[in-house]
């Protein structure tokens, strides 16, 4: 019991610290979020995301970055707020895939990106919009959110509504 309570609080106090630090200094205008966690099976993840687009009839989101990138964590940061996350949680089913750190040798889940088409991640993150079906919607754009952290909000509201709305 004690050893679960202590646990418990343990947990609390690495999400509490892990927020903290995802604020920043704030000497910025966007928000951050930590949210490429490790999963056990990514390609598992994106499975069950397409599934659910399938079922929902919407579109999947995959980004792909880290926690360590301030751009991955801007990108992140813009899906939790109202707007564009709302926007996303209607047209969308969203995954993030946590990818190490591919540009010193240290990249996870780089087989998942080669199975929608991409040979190398340039930057981090990489967000591919695709169909149910697993169709890459944005192949010649999904390296180019690497400035995720520069861009305006309206500028990823609008990419990403026209990615949902887009044709196969």
Request: glycine residues 10%.
């Amino acid at each position: 019991m004690i050893k679960a309570i202590v646990s418990g609080l343990l947990a609390a106090l690495v999400v509490i610290g892990g927020a903290a630090l995802g604020k920043g200094d704030g000497d910025h205008d966007y928000p951050e979020a930590r949210l490429y966690d490790v999963s056990e099976n990514a390609m598992a993840d994106v499975d069950a995301a397409l599934t659910r687009a399938a079922e929902n009839n919407t579109r999947v989101l995959i980004a792909f970055g880290a926690n360590w990138c301030h751009d991955s964590r801007a990108f992140a940061g813009w899906t939790t707020s109202e707007r564009i996350g709302g926007m996303i949680s209607e047209s969308y089913e969203l995954v993030f895939v946590n990818v190490g750190m591919p540009q010193q040798g240290d990249g996870h889940n780089q087989h998942v990106l080669q199975r929608f088409g991409i040979a190398e991640q340039e930057g981090t993150p990489l967000v591919l919009a695709a169909t149910a079906e697993g169709e890459v919607l944005n192949a010649d754009t999904a390296q180019s959110w690497r400035n995720a952290a520069s861009r305006e909000e309206d500028a990823i509201y609008n990419e990403l509504v026209m990615l949902a709305d887009k044709a196969p």
